[in-house]
């Protein structure tokens, strides 16, 4: 175990909690016995790292996370394989991600190695609750915070660094069931030059209203477009989007307005590696609609850490509403999702080297 900021200390429950049925899961519910958590201060740096019980955090009401958001978090799985042992899916891009959100709301960086470290340690200790039911797997959320009493806005001079683990099923309760998206042309996510590209709560909370208009039309998620001109499309909810057209398949390109997946990197990865040409540019929503009226949209699809991929069947845009597959999943969809799964399972070869098992 590195020891850069110290040893990690465990301290164990002494109630454990009961553990879930696995085939009824949801998402982000239940948590398990541990969490890490480990300090920083100004002037002396991260230290402390220690596993201890799951519980409640003491913070102060003047908390600048309270106040001004300076906060980051991760997202990624560990997957319980067939033979029994737990995979963790390129936990070093989440690292590498990390230390992006923090340099873009001035947090202090954290070594990577010890990060992954970090994370290794803790599902050892709550491996117990790493489910085995097909669909599921143990979510991992790494996270920042500023914890200084102040009011006032500057950068923090202390924060805490935590991890904490779910048990979960299916992101979306429909599974691979093709989704319903409202394309969105009036709120905007993120635009060049702000934070679009960095996973920081406010993006997310920027998109709450969208969502909840988008829902009370029937539709489970909404497609971004750009800041500037609303003529671009950009990411799917809090995924990114993929469209595939005429053979070709057209995702946004890294610009700083959207967030570089780790699942998108490896969908354009084994796509490539298919011969399947890739285009990382700009695509205006009226290409993508006047695709589908000429029969060349075959297939649009979302990809993240959550659903892995998420197929769309459905897209409404100014009152024009169009059906994409049939309403089906496509046979690219489909592939990538088995492929993608498959590797973070260990059913199938891991050609990338982008498991790590513990």
Known sequence: MKDLYGEITITKTESPKEKPDPATLGFGELFTDHMFIMDYDDGRGWHDPRIVPYGPVMLDPAAAVLHYSQEMFEGLKTYRSEGGSLRLFRPDMNAKRTNVSNDRICLPPIDEEFYVDAIKALITVDKDWAPDYPGTSLYIRPFIFANEPFLGVRPAKSYYFMIILSPVGPYYKGGLQPTKIYVEDKYVR??????????????????????????????????????????YVEEIG?????????????????????????????????????????????????????????????????????????????????????????????????????????????????????????
């Open 190 to 231: 993120s635009a060049e030059g702000l934070a679009g590209n960095a996973k920081v709560g406010g993006n997310y909370a920027m998109s709450l209203k969208s969502q909840v208009e988008a829902q009370a039309k029937g539709y489970s998620q909404v497609l971004w477009l750009d800041g500037l001109e609303r003529r």
């Open 238 to 358: 809090t995924s990114n989007a993929f469209f595939i057209i005429d053979g070709e398949v057209f995702t946004a390109p890294l610009t700083g307005t959207i967030l570089p997946g780790i699942t998108r990197d490896s969908v354009i990865r084994i796509l490539k590696d298919r011969g399947v040409a890739v285009r990382e540019e700009r695509l205006a929503i009226e290409d993508v609609y006047a695709a589908a009226g000429r029969g060349a949209l075959e297939e649009v699809f979302a990809s993240g850490t959550a659903a892995v991929i998420s197929p769309v069947g459905e897209m409404l845009w100014k009152e024009s509403k169009i059906i994409i597959n049939s309403g089906e999943i496509g046979p690219v969809s489909q592939s990538l999702y088995d492929t993608i799964t498959g590797i973070q399972s260990g059913i199938l070869p891991d050609p990338y080297g982008w498991t790590v098992t513990l």
